[in-house]
Every structure is written in C-alpha cells, then in structure tokens.
C-alpha cells in the first residue's frame, strides 16, 4: 500500500518539475533581452562576434528544439555551465545552499516559535484584548515587507544597540537578524493558522469530552487540542519552508549574505538560462520533499489522515 | 627576512608572559587575607613580569614595524558575476584582483604615460602591428613557478579561445593576430591591423597574468584559485560570501605607481553589500573599512561622521548623458534636440540628485579621460528662453493651450528609456519637471539592462542614458561610431566614422587626442546627446585606513600602499 503511495507521490513530484521547468523556459524566453548582446554589449565586441556568441549558446535553434534539449538536460542532471560565469551550475548552486538552508531553518524556527506564541494565546482568550494584540502583530508580520522590516533591525540592532552585525555570515550571530526578520514575516501565516484550527477544536466534542473526564487543562491543551490543530499550521509551515530554500532573496540582499535568492535574480537580469533552470530545480525538489514530509508528519498526527494516504 | 625570524620567536615568549601577567592580575584583584602573603610574594615578579613585556613589546614593535599588520575588510556592491578577469566583464572583479595580478605594463594615472610592469620595456613597430616586450627576471606566480615569455603566450591564447568563452578581455585585444615567444625574456604581440588602444587594455587587470600552471590544475574551478603574480595572494574565496587577500611574501618586482614594495595589511577581506541602503550602515557599524559605490544622500551623512570620510573618485570614460534618437521624430529636428540641452538646468540636477558630489557634463567624455576637450564647456549653457525660441523655430506651439507643444496635431512626447541604476531615474524626473515648463512631455518606462539594449536595438525610443568607464578616448567608437552597438543617437555621420577608425590605428597619442576632439564638436554640434555628470565612485571610507589610491581607471584600488592605524587611535 505504501508502496502505490510514493508512486503516486514520486508521479505528482515529476509533473510539478516538468511543469516549473517549461513555466521558467517560457518565462525566459517572453521576456524581451538576448543574453548575448547583454554579456559582451559593453565590451566592444562587433555585432558579428555577438552573433557568433548567440549561435554558440545555441540561441538562434528553433524554439522547440530549445525547449527540447533543455528538457534532455534536465532529465539527465545535466545543469550545464553558467553563461554569465562560465562555471558548472552544480557547483555554484552547492555553494549557496548551505546558507540558504541555515537561514531557511533558522527562520522557519522563528516562525513556528512566534506562530505558536502568537497564535495560541489569540485563540485560547477569544475576544480579549490578548487575542487582539497577537492577531495585530500577526497582520503585521504578514504585511511588512523583510526590505523595510530587515532596515529597520539593522538599524536598532546593529547601529544603534550594537547586538548583532548587520550583514555577512559566518558566525551564529550573523544568522540572528535575517532569520528574526524572515521568521516574523512568516510567522503571521502560522499564527492565523494556528488561531483559527485551535479555536475550531476548542470547541469540539472530543475536547469538551476530556474537559469532563476531568484531564488536567495542560494534558487537554497539549494532547488533544495542540495535536488535532497542528496539521494545518504543519502545511502552512512546509510550504514556506520549501518557498525559503528557493532563496529568500530580499532577506539575502537587504543581510548581505550569499544564497540562492540572489543566485537566481542575478541569473533572471541577464537571462543565464542553465542558472535559472538549475535553481528552480533545487526549489521544486525541496517544495516535493518539504510536502511529503508535512504530509507523512501529519499522518503520524491524525490517523484520519493516514486513512487517505493509503 | 631576518626580521621576520625574530618576529615569530618574540611572539610566542609574549603571549606566554602576558597570560602569566593576567594570572597575577586576577590574584591582585582577589586580595583575600589567607592569599596575601603568596600575593605578596609574587608581586616582585609580576612587576618583573611587566617590565619584560614592556621590552619585549618594544622589540616587537621596533623589529616589526614592517611586518605587514591589520585586516582590511571592503566592501563590494554586486555580488560579481564570475571574477575571472580573463572571462568576466565586471568591474568590481578588478577591486580584489588588481593586487592578485600584475599587467605588463601600467598606466601612471598622474603623468597619463604607460610605465613598465611585468614588462621593463617595450617597442612598437612603425607599422603598429607588433609590440616586442621585455619581461623582467625573477619573476614568480604564487604557486611558486616562474613567469616567461611561454606563460605571456599562455595567458592571451587562453583569452582568446573560443572554449573560454571570454565577456571582455578578449574584445580587448581588437584585432589580435598571435603572439610569439622571441625568448624565454621577450615576447611579441602581433596584431592584424594597428589599435591603438592596446596599450590601455595591457594595463588593465582583465589582460592580468595568469599562472599556466595554476589554470591547467584547476580548470573550470580557477576563478575560485586563482594565481598571479600581484602583490597579494588569493587566500579563499566563496562566491557571495567572502573573498580574502593576504601578501605574498616574495612580492619585490612593483612598478612605480605602487609607493610601497611590500604590502602593509596582512589581510584583506571583501564582502558583498548588493543593496544600496545598506552599505553605509555596514560603514557606520564598523563591519566595513572601506565601501564603494555609497548612494550620493549617504555620502553627504557620512561626511559628517569623525570616523569616515567620503573619498570622491572619478572615473573616466564616456559621462552619464541621454542619448537623443535623431532618426525618430520630433528629435530628428536638430533645433529640437538643441532645444532639449538648452533647456535643462543641469547644476539643478548635479546639486539635487548627485548632491554636488559629481562634476557636471559638458561633453561626451569624462573630463579625467585622455583626449577630453575642455572647449566643449562653451555649449548649450542653461538658457530656457533661447530653447522655447529654437522649439517655435521648429514650428512647435502649443496651440490647443493645454501646456503641452504641438505640431500638425502631434504633441511633443518624448519616450524615455531608463534603467534602475546610477540615479538614471531621478535625474530624468528632474530633467522631465524642467522640460515641462517649455511644455515638451516625458513619459518614462524603468526596465533591465538586455531590455533596454533590445529597445535600443529596435529604435523604439527618444531617449536613453547611459554611462560607461573606460581609460582611453576608444570608447567612443561604441557610442557614436555607425556601426557601434551603443550607438543610440543612431547617427550615421561618415566624416566622424572616419575620426573614430582613424584614431584607433594611429599611435601617436597627439594626432588621436585631436582627432577626438573633433568626435566630441560634432557630437555637441549635433546635439547627439545631453551630458549629465562625470560618474564619480563615492567611496565610504573609515578614517582609519591609510593611503587609499585608485588606479587610471578610478574602480581599482592599490591596496598595497594601504594601510590601517590601530583602533581605537
């Protein structure tokens, strides 16, 4: 049975791929700009030597035989070279990863922490002036942009205070910052989540069942409500995760650290097809993988699940 | 080296001594009864203690003095795209890389002669198809072999292989023929037809030399290792994050423009600070030395701080200017495009977007490039009433009162192109607030880089800046020469194409300096462009560090000559 699982699974993640890899290409290619004349444009070379270069890249083939030998390439593991840095693709992208999945983790612990904390309160004190104050700083979390939010941390925290550096990485104090701006951003998803599913199952019969067996509230609270409401807000989490690893880009920027994000925005201005492709590989790999665990960890969760997934 | 040896056998005695020192600092402070009399005791030897340190520090000082101390840490602003000076085109690569690789020759920025390099000397034959240079002796790359004539051969056929796919260095060499290894000392550069600027790009960091060896063991991955023969060694490097440079003890073969032998920081490190907003915080919380590229709002602040200064490079090559598309009515009117420079108040626009910082622009060159005009200051001075009279000339008249020009039923609307970068935007919103008051309309569209090469491609537009840097007057054949791809006045002059090719042949610099001082009469003539600003690179720099100097090109720093003062002061 859990064999049939994973196949469909596996089936599911190959179509996603396929689907992401032909919307990047098509992407690309709509986008007006020849990556030839933006390499050598400003380096003196004639309009010949550019059109020499756009026949190596292969860019003056039909489209369809494009499309065709970048979907063989792919389906090989080929990422190619870049054309912007005439590196592999593969090496660059495992250089950037590390970084990108510290953040990524860091800030995903942010966000459940905070999510939690927000979202539990809110939803355990309906109506009070606690439930107001943690669903305002949820909207807030939710609607302010990292670009202004990661400023403004720099300037308190590193300006000002003093605490933290303000960019770079390499020690666990660099990682401070963007993973508490990044993870309060995403936290105001969480904890909307985990308001709205608490509330629902606060007043299930199940609970108010062992309310009356007499359970203590914290065993209710942790065993019966946390655990039947955890599935949703584990989603909402997984998702996000899988939408970080493909970069977090403006974090990245506004941190200066390296990463993914930055990677494939460099790659999108100058139309570095392989780079682009490569990324969003490494992102639709990590948003399948990233799902199929929410899912089996929800499973574990709530059996009524586990009935589906086989 | 001698100095070096008593260095390292001084240092380990002092560290020893100064934890000692610590231990009976910490049993002084304690002070307990029971403790005193030990206390006591070795309060004579922590007075001896002392003074040992005191002597040994003098040693230290006094025999280190030379020894290369400090880490430097610099800011870069794009994360670069690749930083292999033989493949990449960026600009920033040239920052850290300057100082990894020495040139054949280089450019003396005060005197704006070549001077000799990893060449001693130099013949150019009369024809100006061959260039003969001397190499000096003794030459070693970091990984420790030796630099020949082979290795100058090594390095340009790299350049120019098709597999290496080179975005710069090889466009470089226009048109490169071969070269030829004479002996193990000389070496020959043959070219198909005499260029001129040659020279200028033997100078420059993307013409570096490069370790054979080193090249050959790494492959796809040298940009990571790379090897010259500079000043510095590339000590690591990882893309995005960290790049770090420490001195490369055999250095002693400089060339004049450098004031030191030896460099004097013992470490270098370099970081990407990509958004603009957050380069000057990285100054001001200290995580930064020395910062390009300060957006001009933030320059004015920094100034203000004890512990930075803003230094304030200029950089040759063709000034920030908007190109006006002749063929595209109305601009194929000259009156109308004499109009539009007549029109703009550009102090207005130097003193509110550059904030003064940078010089105005009178011309299609920088005023620090070789061969630069300064007769070209005599044109369009700001006159309002003479462009509304020139625009009347031309039959404009706003005749349905609604504040905007018009002709036959068409209202004067410019289509101006923008890209994101170099304040492009605000000085046309500035530009465009000024020509409303003659009522000729703007309407602006910001997009990317190979958009906007693609638009300029097809013609498309009225107007669209750009700027680029470059030492030698060449650079104009890109711009205004017929067949030049940032030819986006679209002129067609075959008088000025004929200036262009000539002065990129001849090799005598004063017959190519008028020559281009014809190019840039007929360019302001034709009203071909409106000249903004000389691009300058505002540098934040903490006022700790010490002799900063850029090299002609104004982007690449010689770090060698620089130097920190400990925190602190």
């Given at each position: 049975?859990?064999?049939?699982?994973?196949?469909?699974?596996?089936?599911?993640?190959?179509?996603?791929?396929?689907?992401?890899?032909?919307?990047?290409?098509v992407?690309?290619?709509?986008?007006?700009?020849?990556?030839?004349?933006?390499?050598?444009?400003?380096?003196?070379?004639?309009?010949?030597e550019?059109?020499?270069?756009r026949?190596?890249?292969?860019?003056?083939?039909?489209?369809?035989?494009?499309y065709?030998?970048?979907?063989?390439?792919?389906?090989?593991?080929?990422?190619?070279?870049?054309?912007?840095?005439?590196?592999?693709?593969?090496?660059?992208?495992?250089?950037?990863?590390?970084?990108?999945?510290a953040?990524?983790?860091?800030?995903?612990?942010?966000?459940?922490?905070?999510?939690?904390?927000?979202?539990?309160?809110?939803?355990?004190?309906?109506?009070?002036?606690?439930?107001?104050?943690?669903?305002?700083?949820?909207?807030?979390?939710?609607?302010?942009?990292?670009?202004?939010?990661?400023?403004?941390?720099?300037?308190?925290?590193?300006?000002?205070?003093?605490?933290?550096?303000s960019?770079?990485?390499?020690?666990?104090?660099?990682?401070?910052?963007?993973?508490?701006?990044?993870?309060?951003?995403?936290?105001?998803?969480?904890?909307?989540?985990?308001?709205?599913?608490?509330?629902e199952?606060?007043?299930?019969?199940?609970v108010?069942?062992?309310?009356?067996?007499?359970?203590?509230?914290?065993?209710?609270?942790?065993?019966?409500?946390?655990?039947?409401?955890?599935?949703?807000?584990?989603?909402?989490?997984?998702?996000?995760?899988?939408?970080?690893?493909?970069?977090?880009?403006?974090?990245?920027?506004?941190?200066?650290?390296?990463?993914?994000?930055?990677?494939?925005?460099?790659a999108?201005?100058?139309?570095?097809?392989?780079?682009?492709?490569?990324?969003?590989?490494?992102?639709?790999?990590?948003f399948?993988?990233?799902?199929?665990?929410?899912?089996?960890?929800?499973?574990?969760?709530?059996?009524?699940?586990?009935?589906?997934?086989? | 080296?001698?100095?070096?040896?008593?260095?390292?056998?001084?240092?380990?005695?002092?560290?020893?001594?100064?934890?000692?020192a610590?231990?009976?600092?910490?049993?002084?402070?304690?002070?307990?009864?029971?403790?005193?009399?030990?206390?006591?005791?070795?309060?004579?030897?922590?007075?001896?203690?002392?003074?040992?340190?005191?002597?040994?520090?003098?040693?230290?000082?006094?025999?280190?003095?030379?020894?290369?101390t400090?880490?430097?840490?610099?800011?870069?602003?794009?994360?670069?795209?690749?930083?292999?000076?033989?493949?990449?085109?960026?600009?920033?690569?040239?920052?850290?890389?300057?100082?990894?690789?020495?040139?054949?020759?280089?450019?003396?920025?005060?005197?704006?002669?070549?001077?000799?390099?990893?060449?001693?000397?130099?013949?150019?034959?009369?024809?100006?198809?061959?260039?003969?240079?001397?190499?000096?002796?003794?030459?070693?790359?970091?990984?420790?072999?030796?630099?020949?004539?082979?290795?100058?051969?090594?390095?340009?056929?790299?350049?120019?292989?098709?597999?290496?796919?080179?975005?710069?260095?090889?466009?470089?060499?226009?048109?490169?023929?071969?070269?030829?290894?004479?002996?193990?000392?000389?070496?020959?550069?043959?070219?198909?037809?005499?260029?001129?600027?040659?020279?200028?790009?033997?100078?420059?960091?993307?013409?570096?030399?490069?370790?054979?060896?080193?090249?050959?063991?790494?492959?796809?991955?040298?940009?990571?290792?790379?090897?010259?023969?500079?000043?510095?060694?590339?000590?690591?490097?990882?893309?995005?994050?960290?790049?770090?440079?420490?001195?490369?003890?055999?250095y002693?073969?400089?060339?004049?423009?450098?004031?030191?032998?030896?460099a004097?920081?013992?470490?270098?490190?370099?970081?990407?600070?990509?958004?603009?907003?957050?380069?000057?915080?990285?100054?001001?919380?200290?995580?930064?030395?020395?910062?390009?590229?300060?957006?001009?709002?933030?320059?004015?602040?920094?100034?203000?701080?004890t512990?930075?200064?803003?230094?304030?490079?200029?950089?040759?090559?063709v000034?920030?200017?908007?190109?006006?598309?002749?063929?595209?009515?109305?601009?194929?009117?000259?009156?109308?495009?004499?109009?539009?420079?007549?029109?703009?108040?550009?102090?207005?626009?130097?003193?509110?977007?550059?904030?003064?910082?940078?010089?105005?622009a009178?011309?299609?060159?920088a005023?620090?490039?070789?061969?630069?005009?300064?007769?070209?200051?005599?044109?369009?001075?700001?006159?309002?009433?003479?462009?509304?009279?020139l625009?009347?000339?031309?039959?404009?008249?706003?005749?349905?009162?609604?504040?905007?020009l018009?002709?036959?039923?068409?209202r004067?609307?410019?289509?101006?192109?923008?890209?994101?970068?170099?304040?492009?935007?605000?000085?046309?919103?500035?530009?465009?607030?000024?020509?409303?008051?003659?009522?000729?309309?703007?309407?602006?569209?910001?997009?990317?880089?190979?958009?906007?090469?693609?638009?300029?491609?097809?013609?498309?537009?009225?107007?669209?800046?750009?700027?680029?840097?470059?030492?030698?007057?060449?650079?104009?054949?890109?711009?205004?020469?017929?067949?030049?791809?940032?030819?986006?006045?679209?002129?067609?002059?075959?008088?000025?194409?004929?200036?262009?090719?000539?002065?990129?042949?001849?090799?005598?610099?004063?017959?190519?300096?008028?020559?281009?001082?014809?190019?840039?009469?007929?360019?302001?003539?034709?009203?071909?462009?409106?000249?903004?600003?000389?691009?300058?690179?505002?540098?934040?720099?903490?006022?700790?560090?010490?002799?900063?100097?850029?090299?002609?090109?104004?982007?690449?720093?010689?770090?060698?000559?620089?130097?920190?003062?400990?925190?602190?002061?």
């Open positions: 049975m859990a064999a049939r699982y994973f196949f469909r699974r596996a089936l599911g993640a190959i179509f996603v791929l396929w689907l992401a890899a032909t919307l990047a290409f992407a690309l290619k709509l986008t007006p700009g020849d990556p030839a004349q933006a390499l050598l444009a400003a380096s003196g070379a004639t309009p010949a550019i059109a020499e270069r026949a190596h890249l292969g860019l003056d083939d039909p489209l369809l035989l494009q065709g030998r970048y979907l063989a390439e792919l389906v090989r593991l080929d990422l190619g070279e870049s054309w912007l840095h005439g590196r592999p693709v593969g090496r660059m992208i495992v250089e950037q990863l590390p970084s990108t999945l953040l990524a983790l860091a800030a995903t612990a942010v966000a459940v922490l905070l999510g939690l904390l927000l979202g539990l309160p809110a939803a355990l004190r309906r109506g009070t002036w606690l439930d107001t104050l943690a669903t305002s700083c949820a909207v807030i979390g939710l609607s302010t942009p990292t670009y202004w939010s990661g400023l403004l941390a720099i300037l308190v925290f590193s300006l000002y205070l003093r605490w933290f550096p960019a770079g990485q390499g020690s666990p104090a660099h990682l401070v910052l963007p993973a508490a701006v990044l993870g309060f951003a995403m936290s105001g998803a969480i904890a909307r989540v985990v308001r709205a599913q608490v509330a199952v606060l007043s299930a019969n199940y108010i069942a062992a309310h009356a067996k007499g359970l203590t509230p914290r065993r209710v609270l942790f065993v019966h409500i946390l655990r039947n409401a955890m599935g949703p807000a584990l989603a909402v989490t997984a998702l996000q995760f899988g939408f970080m690893l493909s970069g977090a880009v403006v974090t990245e920027s506004v941190f200066a650290r390296r990463g993914l994000g930055k990677l494939v925005v460099q999108i201005i100058w139309r570095d097809l392989p780079v682009v492709r490569g990324v969003m590989l490494v992102a639709a790999i990590a399948v993988l990233t799902s199929l665990v929410s899912d089996l960890a929800r499973g574990w969760l709530d059996p009524r699940l586990r009935e589906e997934q086989q | 080296m001698a100095i070096r040896v008593r260095c390292v056998a001084v240092l380990p005695g002092l560290w020893h001594n100064s934890l000692w610590r231990g009976q600092l910490a049993c002084a402070q304690k002070g307990g009864t029971s403790t005193k009399p030990m206390c006591a005791k070795s309060h004579n030897r922590f007075l001896v203690c002392l003074v040992l340190v005191a002597a040994l520090l003098a040693t230290l000082l006094a025999g280190c003095a030379s020894r290369p400090g880490q430097l840490r610099y800011g870069l602003t794009l994360a670069p795209s690749g930083i292999d000076p033989h493949v990449n085109a960026s600009s920033e690569l040239g920052i850290p890389l300057t100082s990894v690789y020495d040139t054949l020759i280089y450019l003396d920025p005060e005197t704006g002669e070549f001077v000799p390099g990893l060449a001693e000397r130099w013949e150019i034959s009369g024809d100006g198809l061959a260039y003969t240079f001397y190499l000096k002796e003794g030459v070693k790359f970091h990984d420790g072999t030796a630099f020949d004539a082979e290795a100058v051969r090594f390095n340009l056929d790299r350049i120019t292989s098709e597999a290496l796919a080179s975005q710069k260095a090889r466009f470089m060499l226009g048109p490169y023929d071969r070269t030829e290894v004479v002996d193990d000392g000389t070496v020959r550069i043959l070219l198909k037809q005499p260029y001129a600027p040659l020279m200028d790009s033997l100078s420059q960091v993307y013409l570096g030399m490069a370790s054979p060896a080193a090249v050959q063991k790494w492959g796809a991955d040298y940009q990571l290792h790379q090897v010259g023969t500079g000043p510095f060694v590339m000590a690591e490097y990882l893309p995005g994050d960290h790049l770090l440079l420490r001195p490369n003890p055999d002693d073969w400089g060339p004049s423009v450098y004031r030191q032998r030896r004097r920081l013992a470490e270098i490190e370099f970081r990407f600070f990509t958004d603009a907003a957050t380069r000057s915080p990285a100054l001001e919380s200290g995580e930064a030395d020395v910062m390009g590229e300060i957006p001009p709002q933030d320059a004015r602040r920094l100034e203000s701080s512990d930075l200064k803003v230094q304030v490079v200029p950089i040759p090559g000034s920030l200017m908007f190109f006006l598309n002749m063929t595209r009515p109305p601009l194929d009117d000259l009156r109308v495009r004499q109009a539009l420079l007549y029109g703009t108040d550009r102090k207005a626009i130097i003193s509110t977007v550059f904030q003064d910082l940078s010089p105005l009178y011309g299609p060159l005023a620090n490039t070789l061969g630069y005009d300064p007769a070209v200051q005599g044109y369009y001075p700001y006159d309002p009433e003479k462009a509304a009279d625009l009347a000339e031309a039959g404009w008249a706003d005749s349905d009162g609604d504040g905007t018009d002709k036959g039923g068409q004067l609307v410019l289509d101006a192109v923008l890209m994101g970068w170099g304040s492009m935007p605000e000085a046309s919103q500035l530009m465009a607030s000024q020509w409303q008051a003659l009522g000729v309309q703007v309407e602006s569209r910001v997009v990317s880089y190979s958009e906007a090469l693609q638009i300029a491609g097809e013609g498309m537009y009225h107007l669209i800046p750009f700027n680029l840097s470059g030492s030698d007057p060449d650079i104009l054949r890109k711009f205004f020469h017929s067949t030049a791809s940032f030819n986006w006045s679209r002129t067609n002059d075959a008088e000025m194409d004929g200036w262009l090719d000539e002065a990129s042949r001849l090799t005598d610099r004063a017959q190519r300096v008028t020559l281009y001082g014809r190019v840039q009469h007929r360019v302001m003539e034709q009203a071909l462009i409106l000249p903004i600003r000389d691009y300058v690179n505002l540098n934040g720099v903490s006022s700790r560090v010490q002799d900063l100097r850029y090299d002609g090109q104004g982007w690449f720093p010689w770090l060698i000559d620089v130097g920190l003062a400990p925190a602190g002061k």
